[in-house]
């Protein structure tokens, strides 16, 4: 059995969820969102309350059950509030800019770096250094935050680089003297 697809989803008020066939599609006060569901996993929804059923207990089915019982609890949260994650520029001379819905990286390339915002992502720049990705897919703000990571990854010897604001980097100590 699985416990995270057994549990229940509560859905807030103001938030509206329809089911139609394998689609999933929830309206809140953030935005709408929709998501396809596989064949063999059903919801139910009663008053506010969804449950995320599976046709049998073959293998696939049950790996399916919690996954599918997780997209749609972040799909509810991310109409209500939006989900945020916050990069850090580490080095001389390296900063960002917000130029409209882009930002303009200066990563120590003989040029400046462009990066578009796909639709539904917003950033916000606090500081030359900090980088804010908002959206209200969860996981189109963590693969727009790893895809700005890979413009200048950080380096272990010296730390510079983008890298989350929560992660820690491990340093090498690198050459010494005689």
Known sequence: ?????NSPIIVPDGVEVKVDGSKVTVKGPKGTLNREINHNISLEIEGNV?????????KQNKA???LTRTLISNMIEGVTKEYSKELQINGVGYRVQKQGNNLN???GYSHPVIFEAPAGISFDV???NTIIVKGIDKELV????????TKRPPEVYKGKGIKYADEVI?????????
């Open 142 to 149: 963590g693969q727009t935050a790893a895809v700005i990571r």
């Open 50 to 58: 969804i449950k995320v059923l599976r046709k049998n207990d073959e």
């Open 170 to 178: 491990r340093r090498k100590v690198g050459k010494t003297g005689k």
């Open 64 to 66: 399916l059950h919690g």
């Open 126 to 128: 606090p500081n030359p």
């Open 105 to 107: 990286m200066a990563l």
């Open 1 to 5: 059995m699985s416990r995270i697809g």
